[in-house]
C-alpha cells in the first residue's frame, strides 16, 4: 500500500525558515510528480508548488523567490524548503503524489495527512 508521510512541520517567526519533507513508501512502480499543497482556516487548499519527473517546477506567486522544491529520487521524497516566511504562510501543509503502484497500470492520486506550519511572532 502506497503512503506519503510528511514531517517538518511546527512554529516559526516572521523571516525565518522551515523545511518540510515527504517521503512515499509502499510498493511503487513509478512516481510522475511530487507537490505541496497548502490549506488556511476558512480557505481552500492551494498549490504551493509543485515538481514533475522531468524536472519542471510550478510556483504559486505568493512564494516564487522564497520557497524551493526539490526531489530525491532514490529516497522517493520531495522537500520544500521556505524560507523569508510571513503569517499568511500559516496553513496545513500537504504532500501530494501522482504514483503508479507496482501492482497497478496507471497513475493514482495520493495523499499525505498534513503537517501544520504556523508563523507567528
Known amino acids: 500500500q502506497v503512503q506519503l508521510v510528511e514531517s517538518g512541520g511546527g512554529l516559526v517567526q516572521p523571516g525565518g525558515s522551515l523545511r518540510l519533507s515527504c517521503a512515499a513508501s509502499?510498493?511503487?512502480?513509478?512516481?510522475?510528480?511530487m507537490g505541496w499543497y497548502r490549506q488556511a482556516p476558512g480557505k481552500q487548499r492551494e498549490l504551493v508548488a509543485v515538481?514533475?519527473?522531468?524536472?519542471?517546477?510550478n510556483y504559486a506567486d505568493s512564494v516564487k523567490g522564497r520557497f524551493t522544491i526539490s526531489r530525491d529520487n532514490a529516497k522517493n521524497t520531495v522537500y520544500l524548503q521556505m524560507n523569508s516566511l510571513k503569517p499568511e504562510d500559516t496553513a496545513v501543509y500537504y504532500c501530494?503524489?501522482?504514483?503508479?503502484?507496482?501492482?497497478?497500470?496507471?497513475?493514482?492520486?495520493?495523499w499525505g495527512q498534513g503537517t501544520q506550519v504556523t508563523v507567528s511572532s
Open positions: 501530494s503524489a501522482k504514483i503508479r503502484p507496482a501492482t497497478l497500470s496507471r497513475l493514482y492520486d495520493y
Open positions: 509502499g510498493s511503487i512502480f513509478s512516481i510522475n510528480a
Open positions: 515538481l514533475i519527473s522531468a524536472g519542471s517546477t
